[in-house]
């Protein structure tokens, strides 16, 4: 089965960056569609950007666009969520998931078949 492990969390100030990372245990990413997924206490998990296998695109949701950039490096069936000028309001758990290509790219937790165990990004003074 593929596992998905995050990494890269941690707590940041406002303005300030993160990088998160997602490692899959087999060679096969490449197949996958890759998603980030966040969620706060008290809300839903949210899709937070989304990559496509090959070219198939990427998804940001409307609050990250500018500040969020998702990329994927098969050769080391890694996919990373770079975070810039992160916000109190990005605090939440992050996940990776990933699920089977498919036609076009889609960014619903619900459409993702395999789960990380989350990193917890904390923004705060």
């Known amino acids: 089965q593929l596992q998905l492990v995050e990494s890269g969390g941690g707590l940041v100030q406002p303005g300030g960056s993160l990088r998160l990372s997602c490692v899959a245990s087999v060679f096969t990413l490449n197949y996958y569609t890759i998603g980030w997924f966040r969620q706060a206490p008290g809300k839903e998990r949210e899709g937070v950007s989304c990559?496509?296998?090959?070219?198939?695109?990427?998804y940001y949701a409307d609050s990250v666009k500018g500040r969020f950039t998702i990329s994927r490096d098969n050769a080391k069936n890694t996919v990373y969520l770079q975070m810039n000028s992160l916000e109190p309001e990005d605090t939440a758990i992050y996940y990776c998931?990933?699920?089977?290509?498919?036609?076009?790219?889609?960014?619903?937790?619900?459409?993702?078949?395999?789960w990380g165990q989350g990193t917890q990004v904390t923004v705060s003074s």
């Open positions: 990559i496509g296998s090959t070219d198939d695109g990427t």
């Open positions: 998931a990933a699920t089977p290509v498919g036609v076009g790219v889609f960014c619903l937790p619900h459409l993702y078949d395999y």
